[in-house]
């Protein structure tokens, strides 16, 4: 082997023992708390979809991002739209990681409700 080649296998001996390394030095509560993390991400996700279509079919437009999020977003959230238009002022949006959406409400209206 010439010079290049041993560095170049060296370096790659290193950084593979800091990849594993670093992979094994994780405790078990924080893969618990990443886990926790992205089931929070995909509980959001669902959620904005899901309203979003009813959110349309209530108002005739796209709502994209909510204004705020209320929750743990452990099992359970609500997501909140302020209106900048004159549609609406506030939607509430209830969706549960068991259940799905389970309820809209507009402006102090019940727009929709699962009976759970």
Sequence with gaps: MNSRTTNLAKTVYILSAAIVLS???ETQEETASQQMMMTGVELKNMAIASCGVKLKKALGR???V???TIGS???SLVLR???KKDDF???DCSYSMDHGLTSLVIDDKTVFE???
Excluded: D, F, L, N
């Design 23 to 25: 992979a094994c030095g």
């Design 62 to 64: 796209e709502m994209y």
């Design 66 to 68: 909510p204004t705020e």
């Design 73 to 75: 977003g452990t099992s």
């Design 81 to 83: 739209w302020r209106g």
């Design 89 to 91: 002022k506030v939607a």
């Design 114 to 116: 699962k009976k759970i």
